[in-house]
């Protein structure tokens, strides 16, 4: 079991440039969560993937963000047009679903996003 | 909504005094109830954990036990060591959404002095 990782730790933009974050999940594990952190503040669900299907998207995410999960396996997130509100930790989690059993997401570094 | 508030920090307490971070929630289904810890540097880790009501999870010498008269979750540790010193965040998993995506509170900052 080699953990969450996510890719880049750290990323500095200016603003209006695109930037991509990629999440790759415990090998084993069919769901994929995106989640934001500001400072001081808990993370904020963005989005979740079951496979390579995205069932649900938070109001935080505005049509700027995209992500996708192709064959289930990483994940990136897309920001595009990116703005000093972007500024945050983008936390990646992944968890294994079966059945009715409770479920524990495992949470990645994440990717801190420092727009200027 | 799903909610967690938890008791503001920053918590600065000497090794081996005896720790209580608060932690209530409102929730629209029946949710399940867990800390997280962030240790500077590193990320989420879940520390433990409570599926229904009067369960105690325990982990590391930490305790909590799932109150649903008192929408509680109040983190215990009886003698804290300075490497305890974190980020404790408390959070809700609701079972009837399909997402069960996790609502944390704001955290709260330990810091134990030696």
Excluded at chain 1, 50 to 67: H, I, M, P, V, Y
Excluded at chain 2, 40 to 45: D, S
Aim: overall charge neutral; glycine content about 10%.
């Amino acid at each position: 079991d080699t953990g969450v990782s996510q890719n880049p730790r750290h990323k500095i933009t200016k603003r209006g440039q695109n930037v991509t974050f990629r999440c790759d999940p415990i090998s084993e594990h069919n769901r994929l969560y995106w989640y934001r952190q500001t400072l001081g503040q808990g993370p904020e669900f963005l989005t979740y993937f079951q496979n390579e299907a995205q069932l649900e998207k938070s109001r935080l995410l505005s049509d700027r963000f995209s992500a996708e999960r192709p064959k289930g396996s990483f994940s990136t997130l897309e920001i595009q047009r990116t703005e000093q509100g972007d500024s945050a930790m983008y936390l990646c989690a992944s968890s294994l679903v079966a059945g009715l059993g409770r479920h524990e997401q495992y949470f990645g570094p994440g990717t801190r996003l420092t727009v200027t | 909504g799903d909610s967690v508030t938890q008791m503001e920090g920053p918590v600065t307490l000497s090794e081996e005094a005896f720790l209580t971070i608060n932690c209530t929630y409102t929730a629209t289904g029946y949710p399940s109830l867990f800390w997280y810890v962030q240790y500077p540097g590193e990320g989420l880790q879940l520390l433990l954990k409570a599926t229904k009501a009067d369960d105690k999870g325990s982990n590391k010498g930490f305790e909590a036990t799932y109150r649903k008269e008192t929408t509680s979750f109040h983190l215990e540790k009886g003698s804290v060591q300075v490497s305890d010193s974190a980020v404790y965040f408390c959070a809700l998993s609701v079972a009837s959404g399909s997402a069960r995506q996790l609502t944390f509170g704001s955290g709260t900052q330990l810091t134990v002095l030696p």
